[in-house]
């Protein structure tokens, strides 16, 4: 049974129901179409339910390892000072930070790349409760296109040490600058693999593969090379320099 030959009994079932509600006794005519009407539709639904499937769900999987193209160099700087040092203490800190941005231009890295977040203090205590001085910090962040420079920069303390200043925290976090072009790929990917999946299936079965009906990507999962971490919410790892990125695609294809 198609769907054509349905319409067509139920357009003369109207008809029918037209001509009849014009002789007498309308009313009971009127409750004698409701009443086939209903059947009609309830049949209709009922074999709808008990027809099968003609949707094939199938999900599409793609990966690619890449490698970040830009790191941010984190670094909060702290020093020491006495408990009447307080005014020596940011004076010496804003010198340290000065010298430290001189140091990294003669590195090579320009100055619109080096931001300076302000210093912050706080007391310090020892055991007793007794005040023993301040401990002064400040953030710097450093953003560059040059990878190798930054990680040499980052993994050598000398300046730092020489200077006395302490590293309270260093981390690189490695970035991509042309994610929303490498999620397109992938999604390409993925569905292509979903259509390969579909036709393997569908060839198998001896069913003919049809259109497209609905396509939904799940959320992109970018972790450490060769990583099995998933989350609902995605991931995007920052601490490493090499990434792998993964999604998932469900299709739904008609079948003929």
């Known amino acids: 049974m198609k769907y054509p030959f349905i319409i067509a009994i139920l357009a003369l079932l109207v008809i029918w129901a037209w001509d009849w ?7 009971f005519n009127l409750l004698g ?6 059947i009609s539709i309830f049949s209709l639904a009922f074999w709808q339910s008990r027809q099968a ?23 909060s700087l702290q020093k020491n000072v006495g408990t009447n040092e307080l005014n020596q203490g940011y004076k010496t800190m804003n010198a340290d930070i000065k010298a430290f941005k001189a140091f990294l231009t003669t590195q090579g890295v320009p100055d619109d790349k080096i931001s300076v977040q302000p210093v912050t203090s706080y007391q310090r205590f020892d055991n007793n409760g007794n005040m023993m001085g301040y401990n002064l910090s400040q953030n710097v962040f450093i953003l560059s296109e040059d ?31 042309k994610l929303p072009e490498l999620k397109q790929e992938l999604l390409a ?26 396509a939904r990507a799940g959320v992109f999962q970018i972790t450490e090379p ?6 609902d919410y995605g991931i995007y790892n920052t601490g490493t320099r ?13 079948l003929r």
């Not at 060769?226 to 989350?231: G, I, L, N, P, R």
Request: net charge neutral; charged share 25%; hydrophobic share 40%.
């Open 147 to 177: 990878l190798d420079k930054i990680e040499d920069l980052a993994l050598n303390p000398d300046f730092f040490a020489e200077r006395g200043m302490v590293l309270n925290d260093s981390r690189l976090e490695y970035l991509y600058t």
């Open 226 to 231: 060769y990583s099995t971490d998933v989350s």
């Open 53 to 75: 499937s003609t949707n094939l769900r199938v999900v599409g999987y793609s990966s690619k390892l890449f490698e970040s193209d830009l790191v941010k160099w984190n670094l």
């Open 242 to 254: 090499q990434k792998s990125i993964s999604v998932t695609l469900t299709a739904h294809f008609s």
């Open 33 to 38: 179409i409701a009443f086939i009407i209903g």
């Open 21 to 27: 509600l014009k002789g007498p006794k309308s009313k």
């Open 189 to 214: 990917a993925a569905t292509e693999d979903a259509l390969a999946r579909a036709t393997e299936i569908s060839g198998s079965a001896k069913t003919s593969l049809g259109k497209l009906q609905e």
